[in-house]
């Protein structure tokens, strides 16, 4: 069974009487341990697939099975519930909390946890560990760099243990050495055996996965596996 | 999600907008301040007014002419004149067999004149007292002597002085022995009183007194008693006093049984009650006065949220994209409130008893014995209206916020 399975989302905006078609038609599925890019120029749709997909939007029709559970019939607080257990977001522009230290960042996911049992400070820690943040856990995320905030964000994606990571144009606020590191740590992420599925509109980018959906104007219009992956290392190969 | 957990949430997001935070807590701190000042001044004031009747005796019982009603004021009270009290009436009470417990009481009639002395004039209050006022009054003679009953029964011409009417017609002194003119009759000053201190409706000390009888026929030519004190021996014994004296006068004014009265007998306590009618309800006025900076306060605080949801559409957006459920929004949003109202409701408790403390310092400089009085129950309203104030108010903007789909938060710019 896919991990995730959409088959003919659509999703159409209303904004002021005007109404504009973003999705049609979309079907694929992703397999558990994959790293998709989702491609494509702005305005493709991309970044709304993304949000469907995350569980931060809703689709208007078809039909949208996480790992074999049907997306479209569940409650918002279900969906917040698997927003928080099984998926991690990584945002273009990091939304870390203003005036709130790195810690207190990445903590957030799971002062929401509904089940706090196996939660403590050590999955902080972990967290930090494993984007290599460790050294900046009591600064302010005012204080960090780029490349730190976005290394932050990734921990408080991490904290929980999700099944899937999202990441929404994770390396476009980044110069490309930030940005290398940041592909580094999802490919990291995938050999572990999690599920990355990133967002972007550059190439170079997108190279960094396993395979390629193309969108262009709310369709899938390519879908095949990266035949050259860049892996990512640090001062060897540049993003752009 | 811990019990702690949202109170952690919400503290760190009041710490990440310190300005926004304090500023809110300076209106809550304000209304609640003024809420105890208003309500603790009413306290002390009330107690000042109260501690001033009461230096005029508990164990004195007034017998105004004209019925009243059980808590309202006679007649009499409000300038009507009214002539059912007479001089008889005053000698029958002063019989031991009719009051028991009556140990003094005298008549008052009183009136204004111009007197004369050593060719200077002057306009004067004066007023007609039997010899029993200077018990029933606390009066002490510092010169001289008060007159007698004789003198009061053969209508004598002499006058006692209070102190600082004394120096005022003989400011060279002497007064003892002079004669005063009042009215063109001439008058003997036999007596000087010592200063009493002004209460809080006369001044005793500018007073001329005169034999009681001589200021009715003499002077204002009238028969009846403007009203009458009588001092009772024990304070526990007014009531069954009050009824003697109700009886008597009855009796006296041939009142049939179920006719009202024509006369009100009253005692201090019942003034004192009366007057603490009327403080409460000038102390409930200010406080509702003061209630609406309070209400002011808890418009900051819904504002000062409204704002704070607006700011904040980004990370409203940013919590529920990592599993905040729109209640835990909501009691976020709520808590930061309630706890901006009660941090500003402890501060105003706190701030407003320092400024009631710092009146009941400075106020008895200006010669009023001001008592620092808090109500306990000034500060519970204090302390839950500005915590319901908060909740309140708190509540729309937290709807609001959790109400804000996290898509659209994420894309807010």
């Given at each position: 069974m896919p991990l995730i399975s959409v088959k003919d989302l659509c999703?159409?905006?209303?904004?002021?009487?005007?109404?504009?078609?973003?999705?049609?038609?979309?079907?694929?599925?992703?397999?558990?341990?994959?790293?998709?890019?989702?491609?494509?120029?702005?305005?493709?749709?991309?970044?709304?697939?993304?949000?469907?997909?995350?569980l931060l939007e809703r689709s208007d029709c078809g039909t949208y099975l996480l790992d074999g559970r049907n997306a479209t019939e569940l409650s918002d607080d279900e969906l917040a519930g698997l927003r928080n257990r099984r998926i991690g977001f990584v945002f273009q522009a990091f939304n870390l909390l203003p005036k709130t230290t790195v810690e207190?960042?990445?903590?957030?996911?799971?002062?929401?946890?509904?089940?706090?049992t196996e939660r403590n400070g050590k999955r902080v820690a972990a967290a930090l560990e494993a984007v290599g943040m460790t050294?900046?856990?009591?600064?302010?995320?005012?204080?960090?760099?780029?490349?730190?905030?976005?290394?932050?964000?990734?921990?408080?994606?991490?904290?929980?243990?999700?099944?899937?990571?999202?990441?929404?144009?994770?390396?476009?606020?980044?110069?490309?050495?930030?940005?290398?590191?940041?592909?580094?740590?999802?490919?990291?992420?995938?050999?572990?055996?999690?599920?990355?599925?990133?967002?972007?509109?550059?190439?170079?980018?997108?190279?960094?996965a396993k395979r390629i959906l193309r969108v262009a104007d709310g369709r899938i219009v390519g879908d095949e596996p990266v035949t050259n992956r860049r892996i990512a290392r640090d001062g060897e190969v540049t993003l752009k | 999600m811990k019990f702690s957990d949202p109170i952690k949430i919400a503290l760190r997001s009041l710490r990440a907008a310190k300005l926004r935070f304090f500023l809110t807590v300076l209106g809550v701190v304000i209304g609640v301040a003024a809420v105890i000042l208003v309500m603790s001044i009413g306290a002390s004031a009330q107690a000042l007014i109260l501690s001033q009747v009461e230096k005029v005796g508990s164990n004195l019982v007034g017998i105004l002419p004209g019925a009243s009603e059980e808590n309202g004021p006679p007649a009499s009270?409000?300038?009507?004149?009214?002539?059912?009290?007479?001089?008889?009436?005053?000698?029958?009470?002063?019989?031991?067999?009719?009051?028991?417990?009556?140990?003094?009481?005298?008549?008052?009639?009183?009136?204004?004149?111009?007197?004369e002395s050593s060719g200077e004039s002057f306009v004067t209050s004066y007023q007609g007292v039997s010899p029993d006022a200077v018990s029933i009054e606390n009066m002490e003679v510092s010169e001289g002597r008060?007159?007698?009953?004789?003198?009061?029964?053969?209508?004598?011409?002499?006058?006692?002085?209070?102190?600082?009417?004394?120096?005022?017609?003989?400011?060279?002194?002497?007064?003892?022995?002079?004669?005063?003119?009042?009215?063109?009759?001439?008058?003997?000053?036999?007596?000087?009183?010592?200063?009493?201190?002004?209460?809080?409706?006369?001044?005793?000390?500018?007073?001329?007194?005169?034999?009681?009888?001589?200021?009715?026929k003499t002077l204002l030519g009238i028969d009846y008693l403007n009203f009458a004190r009588a001092k009772i021996d024990d304070t526990s014994h007014i009531d069954r006093a009050m009824e003697d004296i109700a009886t008597l006068l009855r009796d006296r004014h041939d009142l049939e049984d179920g006719e009202e009265s024509d006369f009100s007998v009253r005692s201090t306590a019942q003034a004192l009650e009366v007057l603490g009618n009327v403080t409460n309800v000038l102390t409930y006025f200010l406080t509702a006065i003061a209630s609406i900076s309070l209400l002011v306060g808890g418009i900051g605080i819904m504002n000062s949220m409204l704002i704070a949801v607006n700011q904040r559409i980004r990370e409203v957006g940013l919590r529920k994209a990592v599993g905040a459920r729109p209640r835990h929004i909501m009691t976020q949003f709520l808590i930061e409130s309630a706890f901006i109202a009660g941090l500003g409701g402890a501060a105003g408790v706190a701030f407003g008893i320092l400024v009631a403390y710092l009146a009941s310092v400075i106020i008895p400089r200006l010669g009023y014995e001001w008592e620092?009085?808090?109500?306990?129950?000034?500060?519970?309203?204090?302390?839950?209206?500005?915590?319901?104030?908060?909740?309140?108010?708190?509540?729309?903007?937290?709807?609001?916020?959790?109400r804000i789909p996290p898509i659209e938060a994420l894309r807010y710019e």
């Open positions: 999703k159409t905006y209303e904004n002021e009487g005007v109404r504009t078609s973003v999705l049609h038609d979309v079907s694929f599925s992703v397999e558990k341990g994959e790293f998709v890019a989702i491609m494509g120029p702005s305005g493709s749709g991309k970044s709304t697939l993304m949000h469907i997909l995350g207190e960042n990445v903590e957030l996911p799971l002062l929401y946890d509904e089940d706090p050294h900046r856990a009591k600064y302010f995320s005012g204080q960090l760099s780029g490349g730190e905030k976005q290394r932050v964000a990734i921990a408080r994606a991490l904290v929980n243990d999700p099944d899937i990571v999202f990441a929404d144009e994770p390396t476009g606020n980044l110069d490309s050495k930030s940005g290398l590191q940041v592909m580094k740590i999802l490919q990291q992420l995938n050999d572990a055996g999690r599920t990355v599925i990133l967002v972007t509109h550059e190439t170079l980018t997108a190279e960094h | 009270a409000m300038g009507i004149v009214t002539t059912t009290l007479k001089n008889g009436d005053l000698k029958a009470l002063r019989q031991k067999a009719n009051v028991p417990d009556l140990v003094a009481a005298s008549g008052y009639v009183s009136g204004s004149a111009v007197v008060f007159f007698f009953l004789e003198e009061e029964e053969d209508l004598s011409r002499v006058a006692v002085l209070g102190s600082t009417r004394a120096d005022e017609l003989f400011p060279n002194g002497g007064a003892l022995g002079s004669t005063l003119v009042i009215k063109d009759i001439p008058f003997r000053v036999v007596g000087v009183l010592a200063a009493r201190g002004s209460s809080t409706f006369s001044n005793p000390d500018n007073l001329v007194y005169v034999p009681l009888a001589t200021a009715q620092f009085i808090v109500p306990v129950s000034s500060v519970l309203i204090g302390l839950a209206v500005s915590l319901s104030v908060g909740f309140v108010f708190g509540l729309f903007p937290a709807w609001r916020a959790s």
